[in-house]
């Protein structure tokens, strides 16, 4: 390097090249960001867009105001809400961390060590897992919704010590939601102190009947609980809230389902707020979805695949040339995510969650791309 | 309660004018420190060199052109001319002095960085007021009370 060139490596560029150099740079991350496609992540049964800023709002209000103290334990205000939205009384609504924990909380007290707990299956996973830690046996009856009350009865009385039946309705991950009348049908058929734990966390999605069917056989029916969610139509999964209902006499079994410490007062405040001012919120999400699903259903089939008819949201898929793990790989290299069905319980299909329009135009495209 | 040291409610977007740091088209290779050392000692003499020439340009380089005029104007009679010829002169070598300058001040710019310092803006403009100041101060001194007619302003107003 000669002597003057020692020192022109130290002049600065001008601003004239610095504006052009971060002009260049500003159009080649416009260019990349236009080319680059988010990930579709179709793989989660939860509600994918962030919780609405009140939520958000009156989380932040009850944590700046004192997270020092323990919360109050029956969450009466909550609950009183609720309870007016079902038209029960507010003694027979619990809350709980989550559904699932709820249940497994019902399974640990209906159940003594070696007895029996019935699930269909492809079901929730959980419930085999509630089984377990209980100490009791999880008995899996296989097949689809139509016949499956018959199929649980004859399961109940050929099995020894049944003490209780776990079912989703809608069903994850089939989606498939067990109607009013055949779940009355169970009920009544059913031998004494079988006890149904109905998991209707995805029943704010169903459209084939009110949603509020299976809470009005609680009146008969003694032996039913009804476990409800904010985890999936809410969209606040994060903050760990559920609630169950029982019949008139539950009172002492929902007592012993009910968190020790109670529930979070975040949580509370999160799912109050919800309830408040974003109920308008819930019917858009489930109008959504309500439009959507029967697109996603249709154009599936016209591709092929066996769908059952979901009330969830999400499809249950399956293409007689291709396995769910296959169809998931291909579809995961168009940047659209699906939940295999290996460890949903069937390697044929797929979980395929509904988001919006735009979702299911993408969703479709790549489906026929990957075949 | 804010806890982000750089959320500033939008006070401030961007950086501060004149904070930007200096952009190379390629990261320079140093010297090692004696010749860093060194490029510090010719940065002082083109500081000095810069010096110089500003105050030539407020005494010497005035004066010089005045005896051009002068010697112009005592070999062709012409008072214009001898006009003419200092303030051609005046402008050539005020301007030619200030391009040598601005030439003297980019080249330590460099030097400077060179050196090892953060130089980002030349000197030229400070050096050029502050000797500007001297020199004016130097005149008035002299104007006042060494030799000019000040002396004969301030005598024939003590005496009347």
Redesign the interface.
Known sequence: ?GLLD????????SEEE?NE?LREEAAERRRKALTRVETLDLSLTTWPELPHPRIVSAITFVARRGLHRYPELRGSDLRGVLAERHGVDPERLILGNGAADLLSAATRALIEPGQQLLTRWPSYPLYPIMARRAHGLAVRVPGPIDGCVDALLEAVAREPDVRAIALASPNDPTGELLGAAELQRLLEQLPEGVAVLLDESLVDFADAQPSSSSIELLEQHQRLLVFRSFSKAWGLAGLRIGYAIGGPSSGELLAELAPDLGVSEISQAGAYAALHSCSDLLERRVETIWKERPRVIDGLRRLGFDVTDSQANFVWAAHPALQGGELAARLARAGVLVAAGDALGEPQHARIAIHSKAATDRLLSAVQKAL | MRSDPSDNGGLFVGRRPGTAPVRFRSLPQRGSDVRQRIDGSIASFMLAGITLLCLLCWGPIPLACLWLGSQANYLTGSVSLGILVSFAGLFALLFGALALMKRIDGAWILVRRAAGHDQRAGVLGRIFAATAVVCALGFLLWFLVIHGPGTGLVTRGNGS
């Open positions: 390097m020692y020192y022109r490596q130290f002049e600065g560029m610095v150099g």
